[in-house]
Every structure is written in C-alpha cells, then in structure tokens.
C-alpha cells in the first residue's frame, strides 16, 4: 500500500487531454514539493515535473503539473503514442522522514 | 553529458549480501548526492535511501536501516550501495540517481540504468 495514492491505470485517444491525480497528507504533499516521473516500458524512470509545477530541460510544454491541498496532478495535452508509459509521483514525508511514491499509473494510448 | 552507469545483474542466495556500484560522469560528483530507488517486478518505485557525496551524511528508508550501507569514493566518482541478509522479496531492480535540491524540495535526474538483483536458494 502506497503513501500516495494513484488510479492505477488511465487512458486516452491521440491529441486528447490525460490528467493523472496524486493523492497524500499534511505530511507529504501538503508541505512538501511533488515531482512525477515517467518510466517507459523497459527503461529507467525520468525526472518528467519537479517542484510541483517545474520541467526539466527536454520535456515538452505538453506536460505539467499542479498541486493543491494535499493532491497534485499531472497533465499531458496533445496526448502522443510515445506517451504511454508509467507515471509515477514522489514527494517527501516528513513524518517517515524519507521519500515517498505513489504505487504509478499506467497510462494507455487508444 | 550526465550519466550514472550501473554494475551488472547480480543472484545472490538467501541471507547473503549484494553491492551494486553507479559511477557518475559528466558533473562534479561531490555537487549533489546519490539516491537509490528499487522496483521489484511488476511493482512501483521504493526509496531506499540516499548519500551526500560532499560529506557522506545518509538518509536510509526506515524499512531497511540496519540492512542497507550507502557510500561514495570520490576519487573515481563512484557510488555504492550494500544490502545485507537477502531475503526473496528483495528480487529488484536498483536503481541510482543523482539527487538535488533539499530535503523537502528534492528531484532525481538522471538515473542509472539499473542492476537486477535476484536472490534465489
């Protein structure tokens, strides 16, 4: 059972709208950053958002990220074939004083 | 280019111990710190812990302190990471990162590209 809470799955058609939610506590995301990572079948996971809302150089505006209260989400417009892949979101806990994750989700492109 | 380049697969026996090395390049080592993260099959993403490489201070998960030994040598910008009385569940793929920022506000990137560890009587 994990920290932070994640649907296990999503889908979408090509060029469609996929928001993927990230649900936690007081100790977690409502105090700390969220970041979200994207691992690709067989690859190593990706720093894809940090700081709740932040992209690293590389990743395409597609992507982005918000943070409200004790949740966070993760957007992607414009959704591509080469999108679908894991997604996972982390943020610190400071009550296990470590880092935590959501369980992923899977994300399908129809 | 930043890049960590992880030992290869490993089996280990039940009760036995594993060290897996993730050698960095491409930036001043002892700038940030290495995280790693595990991935048993089919599941999610594990923090284990992780280590400045500017003062060797460590930050282990809580389910593995007293099993797990992280450390650096700066010389050859290289970091390890030792997990002791191997049990079947600790069947993982390893993974080491680069980790900046604070403790509240922290990201990984870039990652390793994993070690399969595999513990097996």
């Known amino acids: 059972q994990s920290v932070l809470t994640q649907p296990p799955s999503a889908s979408g058609t090509p060029g469609q709208r996929v928001t993927i939610s990230c649900s936690g506590s007081s100790s977690n995301i409502g105090s700390k950053t969220v970041n979200w990572y994207q691992q690709l079948p067989g690859s190593a996971p990706k720093l894809l958002i940090y700081s709740n809302n932040q992209r690293p150089s590389g990743v395409p505006d597609r992507f982005s990220g918000s943070k409200s209260g004790t949740s966070a989400s993760l957007a992607i417009s414009g959704l591509q074939s080469e999108d679908e892949a894991d997604y996972f979101c982390?943020?610190?806990?400071?009550?296990?004083?470590?880092?935590?994750f959501g369980g992923g989700t899977k994300l399908a492109v129809l | 280019q930043v890049q960590l380049v992880q030992s290869g697969p490993e089996v280990k026996k039940p009760g036995a111990s594993v060290r897996v090395s993730c050698k960095a390049s491409?930036?001043?080592?002892?700038?940030?710190?290495i995280t790693w993260v595990r991935q048993a099959p089919g599941q999610g993403l594990e923090w284990m812990g992780w280590i400045s490489a500017y003062n060797d201070n460590t930050n282990y998960a809580q389910s593995l302190q007293g099993r797990v030994t992280m450390t650096t040598v700066t010389s050859t910008s290289t970091a390890y990471m030792e997990l002791r009385s191997l049990r079947s569940d600790d069947t993982a793929v390893y993974y080491c990162?680069?980790?900046?920022?604070?403790?509240?506000?922290?990201?990984?990137?870039?990652w390793g590209q994993g070690t399969l560890v595999t513990v097996s009587s």
């Open positions: 982390a943020a610190w806990d400071a009550s296990l004083n470590g880092v935590v």
């Open positions: 990162a680069r980790y900046e920022g604070t403790y509240s506000d922290n990201r990984f990137d870039p």
């Open positions: 491409g930036y001043t080592f002892t700038s940030s710190g």
